[in-house]
């Protein structure tokens, strides 16, 4: 799916008017419809709504949107800045229609704290869209603060009130914080970081049928990974096939102390469906990976840490799991870097030994796939502003390098060389555990063996560990759930995706 920014937006609300045809005022009642159904779906236990609606068409998406709820059997009270005031040309119709019907109060914002916000009442936000270009400042300002100090429920129309839709505004800039956020057509890219993205609650995309020509042509750098885009990239398995068509994936990892995070890495290559695995570890964890990992074969790379990086030319390798931080082993692992020019997957201690010298970064592969959380981002590149920046530098250094980034987070990031960016939805907080990041590069290297392209296995490998993730937070809560229990739940992933690219009878 891809992501617009605000102007793309709004062209796209001017195209589809222009080429479908139909007029402003036909689409906001058509966008408002599906506004009302979803809210009439999901709050059958809250009769009480309190619509507090701007003057430009975000709130006349809002009056329309109390008036079709009001002939639904809601009460539904109303609030504007000023009902004589000047509103948007769609707007001004809808405050019409509002009050040609008897039963709806309309209130100005200053009546506020004299309103009755009992606990079935559900706060309406549909102040502002996502044409804002400034924080909120003066009563406006003072009137989402209002808001944000009542425990009712709220929900944003399209996007909340005083968050722009493509970047952050300042660090102390007033925003509604939504329960839900009802967005037209597509994600927003302030959605999606943790500095804005947790203004939204729960985020789902309302399908108004813009025009779908306008979607396709139109260029963007950014995009969601979403079910259709992932489906499209699975291969389903041939029934003629055999291990060799599924490549060999190596997983190089483990020291003293740390051979867990060698034992997780592998068995998530294995449960991803490498043809052949092998584990490079120090001799240390040879019985625990054997007798942990029996379908791996064991390559010896040291005593109690890694000192042998020698490889096989046809491995897929994932290099960094537990695989600590010895001078001997850093030493070792950057002569390897020197002589080695096949693309590789790069975590955790890999990427440690790297950041120790910038100059260092010139020998990762071209290709190549590094995975890094915040704070290993900042010692390989430097600190940033905020998750915007690092995104843009991110950007930057993987066109530089001519290689892929995998930016963890709430939202992970797949950034490729040519500058594109895909952020994942997938997963939850039950990730937010040691390990999670190991089992991730197993299910990196296992598919790159397999033959997708780096792109590819990029978005398939976030997509499939934040389903596999969110399938084991149904089980076993998201404080309970271990590493290997997302493990156990792949074959569900796979039962799921083969079932829809392949269909069933």
């Known amino acids: 799916m891809k992501i617009f920014t605000a102007e793309q937006i709004r062209s796209w609300d001017q195209f589809t008017i ?14 408002s419809a599906v506004l009302a159904h979803w809210i009439s779906e999901h709050c059958k236990n809250h009769k009480k709504l309190a619509v507090f609606c701007g003057s430009g068409n975000n709130g006349g998406d809002g009056l329309a949107v109390a008036r079709i709820l009001y002939l639904k059997g809601f009460d539904v009270d109303v609030f504007v800045g000023d009902p004589k005031g000047k509103f948007s040309e769609d707007a001004s119709i809808n405050l019409k229609r509002l009050r ?45 603060e209002q808001l944000n100090a009542k425990k009712n ?8 009130s005083g968050l722009s839709a493509d970047n952050m505004f300042d660090h102390d800039s007033v925003i509604l914080k939504a329960d839900y956020t009802l967005t037209f057509q597509s994600w927003k890219r302030t959605f999606l970081h943790p500095e804005t993205g947790k203004y939204t609650g729960k985020v789902e995309v309302l399908d108004i049928d813009l025009s779908k020509s306008y979607s396709e042509n139109t260029e963007t750098v950014y995009f ?70 029996p379908e791996a074969m064991f390559i010896k790379g040291g005593e109690e840490f890694i000192t042998n990086f020698e490889i096989e030319k046809d491995f897929s390798c994932g290099i960094g799991p537990g695989l600590g931080t010895h001078p001997e082993t850093g030493k070792s692992f950057l002569n390897f870097l020197k002589n080695y020019t096949k693309p590789l997957i790069l975590d955790a201690d890999a990427l440690n030994i790297i950041s120790k010298d910038p100059k260092n970064l010139k020998l990762i592969p071209k290709g190549s796939i590094i995975t890094p959380h915040p704070k290993e981002f900042e010692r390989l590149f430097g600190s940033t502003e905020n998750s915007f920046k690092r995104l843009e530098l991110a950007r930057d250094k993987a066109k530089e390098l001519d290689i892929y980034i995998v930016l963890k987070d709430h939202h992970t990031q797949v ?57 084991t937070s149904g089980k076993c809560s998201k404080e309970s759930m271990l590493p290997t229990d997302v493990i156990d739940e792949f074959g569900s992933v796979f039962e799921e995706l083969n079932r829809k690219v392949e269909g069933s009878l």
């Open 18 to 31: 222009s080429h479908e045809p139909v007029s402003s005022i036909q689409l906001m009642e058509r966008a």
């Open 100 to 144: 040609d019907l008897s039963g709806i109060s309309v209130r100005k914002f200053d009546q506020i704290e004299q309103y009755n916000f009992d606990d079935k009442t559900i706060i309406i936000d549909a102040l502002f869209g996502t044409g804002l270009s400034r924080p909120l400042e003066g009563d406006y300002k003072m009137l989402v």
């Open 153 to 160: 429920s709220k929900i944003s129309i399209d996007i909340p």
């Open 224 to 293: 969601v990974i979403n079910d259709s885009l992932v489906e499209s990239i699975f291969k389903p398995r041939s029934e003629f096939s055999h291990k060799g068509s599924f490549g060999k994936a190596a997983i190089i990892g483990g020291s003293y102390g740390k051979i867990g995070a060698a034992v997780l890495a592998t068995k998530s290559a294995l449960k991803t469906g490498a043809g052949l695995t092998f584990i490079l570890a120090p001799e240390c964890g040879y019985q625990i990976l054997q007798t942990s990992c």
């Open 415 to 471: 950034i490729t060389p040519q500058g594109k960016v895909f952020y994942n939805i997938t997963g939850n907080s039950g990730l937010a555990k040691g390990g999670s990041g190991d089992i991730l590069t197993g299910i990196l290297t296992s598919l790159l063996a397999q033959g997708y392209s780096q792109e590819q296995t990029c978005i398939l490998g976030v997509w499939l560990h934040g389903r596999a993730a969110d399938f």
